[in-house]
């Protein structure tokens, strides 16, 4: 009897992890019905239902009230944080990073995104005369820079409202979007593209191109952004030279992370 029990705990968890499984290869998707998980995984409708709400009771899995459909929890997410931490993401990207900077001779900023925030964890330095000032340990609006802009792109409308509905958007430079429905038009954009250009938006004089490092479930924990003067960061090379490179590397960290896309 406890042979069986043990077959039957190890069958619902085979089927939990396929269902995070369906929501991890979607490439833009993030909300499933129950009878679409049910023919997709060759499950019953009442099992899947079962699962799901088992699920959302310990906040893997949430239902959108809206659409009533089923996407990835919060406790997904901080189990992915978790994962990357114990990894140490910095550590793990440094070498990535110096790579970046030796063949773009720019410099590399790592950053992740909380609460509409971008927090500037690391830099490597580019050896050149003209720099730009660190950021690392502050943080900026993530709606007016790269690396901000890039992971804002990952997330729903609902969740850019929940940060920006009624919010003043301040404008920095000429070039800051200062409007929502303008910032929401950019982020589909960058979606499309999966990379993100900060076009003087935050400090004049001030280009960067940014790219999401994701996880195993293909969530972005973090951005690589390449940074430097205008004067030396032209639209044309950033596409036909900085893109690819910064592009490269963040999927080998990514890689490293679990992410196979």
């Known amino acids: 009897m406890a042979n069986k029990q043990n077959v039957k705990l190890v069958q619902s968890v ?8 369906v929501f991890r290869t979607s490439e833009k998707r993030e909300e499933y019905g ?14 899947v239902f079962r699962l799901l709400a088992t699920l959302e009771s310990r906040g893997y899995i949430e239902q959108n009230q809206f659409t009533e459909n089923y996407r990835l929890g919060i406790g997904i997410f901080n189990l992915g944080q978790k994962f990357v931490n114990k990894l140490g993401l910095l550590k793990l990207a440094k070498p990535f990073m110096e790579k970046i900077v030796a063949e773009t001779k720019e410099s590399v900023y790592i950053g992740i995104l909380r609460e509409g925030a971008v927090i500037y964890l690391d830099i490597v330095e580019a050896d050149q005369t003209v720099r730009i000032v660190s950021r690392v340990g502050k943080d900026a609006p993530a709606y007016c820079t790269a690396i901000g802009k890039i992971q804002l792109a990952y997330a729903s409308e609902e969740e850019i409202n929940k940060v920006y509905m009624g919010a003043r958007l301040k404008r920095y430079t000429d070039n800051t979007i200062t409007s929502l429905p303008e910032l929401k038009k950019h982020l589909k954009t960058v979606s499309e593209k999966d990379y993100a250009f900060d076009d003087e938006e935050f400090e004049e004089s001030v280009r960067c191109i940014a790219v999401p490092v994701k996880d195993y479930l293909g969530v972005p924990v973090a951005a690589l952004s390449v940074t430097g003067p205008a004067c030396r960061m032209s639209y044309e ?6 893109l690819p490179v910064v592009q490269k590397y963040a999927r080998e960290i990514s890689k490293r992370l679990g992410f196979h896309g």
């Open 34 to 47: 129950v009878t679409e998980l049910s023919k997709t995984l060759g499950l019953h409708k009442n099992n």
């Open 237 to 242: 090379r950033m596409n036909n030279e900085i």
């Open 14 to 21: 085979y089927h939990a992890l396929q269902l995070f499984e």
